[in-house]
């Protein structure tokens, strides 16, 4: 059966994380995309731009230790015409973080053009929304 | 002289940060999208999803309190074709945040799909990137 746009993101999705989750720099070159300008900001780091910070990065990070045991959860698909949003839950040992990864059709195959993870506060730590600025 | 769209994407970005630092919840909720799915991250919070949460935030943010002194700088667009991306960093108070917005075009217009906003690691307590996962 056909796969709906949205599943075709939240595909492209868990092919970055699996990428991440193994290590496999290729894969994650593969996954970015080449005909836009890409970012993306790291969890505390500034944003990079362009391709050649943010492979870089993602070489800093992937292959300078063993790979981080990351996983993906609850990941929700939003289809903007030729691009596409997914918001998840990374959990990266006891630590959750939210991300939200934006993706661009390129010759029919989504292709990462975003990402940005931020620390998910515990219960304990969380102020009431309306106390929480921005 | 016409704008270019990615010079369209920043006013939009500007509108969203006026509205924001002028704790102007109608303006706010005229810059969302209604045609797509929306989803807002703000920092530590987890993500919300659809037009009601991310308005009831914004108005728990804008009407709870004084309005939050934000400035946005280091404003960087791309274009994904209807849709596109605005990096930036957000100024409140002292604190340093890093942005992530994303915008489709509704009728010729930029309108907000998502916000993602998250801390800023100081030089203080930021590792270097190699030593530092995701």
Redesign the interface.
């Known amino acids: 059966m056909k796969r709906t746009p949205e599943e075709e993101l939240l595909a492209a999705n868990a092919a970055f994380y699996d990428a ?1 989750a193994t290590g496999d720099i290729e894969a994650m070159d593969e996954l970015w995309a080449r005909t ?4 993306c ?7 990079l ?1 362009g391709r050649e910070e943010v492979m870089q ?1 993602w070489r ?2 992937l292959l ?2 063993a790979p ?1 045991e ?1 996983r993906c959860e ?1 990941a ?1 698909a ?6 596409g ?1 997914v ?1 998840c ?2 959990r ?1 040992g006891g630590d959750a ?2 991300a ?1 990864n ?1 993706f ?2 390129e010759n029919g195959i989504w292709q990462v ?2 990402h ?6 515990t219960e304990s ?2 102020p009431p ?6």
Chains 1, 2 share one sequence.
């Open positions: 991440f836009v300008p890409v970012a900001v790291h969890p505390g780091w500034p944003a731009h990065s800093s990070i300078g230790e981080p990351i609850d929700r939003s289809l903007l015409g030729a691009a949003t918001v839950v990374e990266i973080l939210v939200s934006v661009v059709l053009a975003h940005q993870a931020g620390p998910l506060a730590d969380a929304p309306g106390q929480r600025l921005n």
